[in-house]
């Protein structure tokens, strides 16, 4: 789905969470996140003991992803109905995964940058070093790495500390583009 980037904390939030209330109250045992308008769904089942997973040909990992790609097919059925266009990023029912740059292991139960992703971090911290001034804007969106990457990487979530610190309390929206000395 895509709506653009300036709706996408206010109406399209609404309307993301929406979807979601559906698809619980009609196939509660398929789950979902969103960010803006990317959407990820997964099917909840009970844990079954450690196993070798698909690739090792685990029989209720098979069972539960034929379970999976029905549900997926309800799930595309109700996007449809919705009037909801999906995009090429759809992958295949599995347990590896990348959604958002973000490599998604659900059956050892780990998350990893992509290197695209690990690179745009490193770059973006790098610059951040030769900021003679920045504005609030350009904080907050260095900020939300160290934030939204937490689950891939151990003790990077109190990197934002010092963002938030500069960035401060509420602003009016010319504060966000004024300049400071760092």
């Known amino acids: ?8 904390n206010g109406p399209l939030s609404l309307f993301v969470d929406g979807v979601f209330r559906i698809l619980r109250k009609h196939a509660p045992e398929v789950g979902g996140g969103g960010f803006v308008d990317d959407l990820i769904f997964w099917l909840f089942f009970l844990w ?40 090429d990023k759809d992958v295949p029912v599995g347990q590896l995964g ?10 050892n ?25 920045a504005t609030p804007r350009m904080a907050s969106k260095v900020r939300g790495k160290p934030i939204n990457y937490s689950e891939c990487i151990i003790m990077i ?9 500069f960035i401060g309390g509420a602003r009016t929206v010319g504060d966000w583009d004024t300049s400071t000395r760092v």
């Open 1 to 8: 789905m895509h709506f653009g980037g300036k709706t996408s």
């Open 48 to 87: 079954h003991g450690v196993c070798s997973g698909l690739t090792g040909g685990c029989a209720q990992c098979i069972a539960n992803a034929e379970v999976a790609k029905k549900r997926e097919r309800f799930v595309d059925d109700m996007l449809d109905e919705l009037h909801l266009e999906r995009s």
């Open 98 to 107: 990348i959604f958002l740059g973000v490599w998604i292991d659900s059956h």
């Open 109 to 133: 139960g780990r998350l990893k940058l992509t290197d695209a992703k690990w690179e745009k971090l490193l770059a973006d911290l790098r610059m951040v070093m030769t900021w003679e001034e």
């Open 157 to 165: 979530r109190p990197f934002a500390v010092p963002f938030n610190v």
